[in-house]
T-cell receptor, first 110, second 113 residues
Framework: GEDVEQSLFLSVREGDSSVINCTYT??????LYWYKQEPGAGLQLLTY?????DMKQDQRLTVLLNKKDKHLSLRIADTQTGDSAIYFC??????????FGKGTRLHILP | EAQVTQNPRYLITVTGKKLTVTCSQN?????MSWYRQDPGLGLRQIYY???????DKGDVPEGYKVSRKEKRNFPLILESPSPNQTSLYFC????????????FGDGTRLSIL
């Protein structure tokens, strides 16, 4: 199959770290992405990782890729209220088709 | 300003009445794509295009057509819309493949009665 799976909801206290997980099935995927969607808006690319990398860090964001387990995670350090959104994991296949997960809604608790 | 522009933003129409949603980008991007977003299903790719006159089916192409006669435009055509095509549609473009980020339009909300 071509599934990209994510949990649907995550609640995190403000100031804590958020970890959003994603699994995918296609071991030949070239790139994996994390997008953020705020209410009523389109998608904004947060970060991406090439499939031969294990980790990528960009300010508060850390992406970890376990290619053997086909597991991708996004860690947001010091989570703020502005991080409240839906986060989508996506993979790019060798034929350039892009498959999105169903999205994880991140809720920030005060 | 670099942008992806979709029109219309909202449309309510009836079953069987042909419609076209336009998408235009001003960034000279090669890759363009259409997605639909439905509650609980996330985004699903309908069609994508790597360049002019090159289009490929995504995950859910049934009931849709696209064309890429010019680099900047990638219209989505519903020849005979049906209620199950009621959805939020996004157009996106990127410079090329791989690491190039996709820029998304603001979305078109279609309701087919």
């Amino acid at each position: 199959g071509e599934d990209v799976e994510q949990s649907l909801f995550l609640s995190v206290r403000e100031g804590d770290s958020s970890v959003i997980n994603c699994t995918y099935t296609d071991s030949s995927s070239t790139y994996l992405y994390w997008y953020k969607q705020e209410p009523g808006a389109g998608l904004q690319l947060l970060t991406y990782i090439f499939s031969n990398m294990d980790m990528k860090q960009d300010q508060r964001l850390t992406v970890l890729l376990n290619k053997k387990d086909k597991h991708l995670s996004l860690r947001i350090a010091d989570t703020q209220t502005g991080d409240s959104a839906i986060y989508f994991c996506a993979e790019r296949k060798r034929d350039d088709k892009i498959i999105f997960g169903k999205g994880t809604r991140l809720h920030i608790l005060p | 300003e670099a942008q992806v522009t979709q029109n219309p933003r909202y449309l309510i129409t009836v079953t069987g009445k042909k419609l076209t949603v336009t998408c235009s980008q001003n960034m000279n991007h090669e890759y363009m794509s259409w997605y639909r977003q439905d509650p609980g299903l996330g985004l699903r790719q309908i069609y994508y295009s790597m360049n002019v006159e090159v289009t490929d089916k995504g995950d859910v192409p049934e009931g849709y057509k696209v064309s890429r006669k010019e680099k900047r435009n990638f219209p989505l055509i519903l020849e005979s819309p049906s209620p199950n095509q009621t959805s939020l549609y996004f157009c996106a473009s990127s410079l090329g493949g791989g690491s190039q980020p996709q820029h998304f339009g603001d979305g078109t909300r279609l309701s087919i009665l």
